[in-house]
């Protein structure tokens, strides 16, 4: 997992890449609902409700932001939150 930080531009950046089985991009539609999960063998878990990915898109909203996420090469995905810094607004 790699975790960075970024600010510019009016924006504040929080950007998390972790490692896993590869997600296909017809599957970025549906990460951010709510009780959605993809493939159990993904996670090698039953547990969890679907709910990380739709909480983060909410808060990120609920203050005037966004949330992003790509697939990566290899699996796993990147996953970008973006805020209005101090004063700002975030460019949808």
Known sequence: MRVRTRRGGGVAELTVENSGPPVAPYEMDVIFQP???LRG???GTDRGL?????????VARAHGGRVDATPRDGG???VTVALPAAGEEVAK
């Open 76 to 78: 796993g995905l990147t």
């Open 50 to 58: 679907g709910l990380g990915l739709s909480i983060v898109a909410a």
């Open 41 to 43: 063998e993904r996670a």
């Open 35 to 37: 009780f959605r999960r």
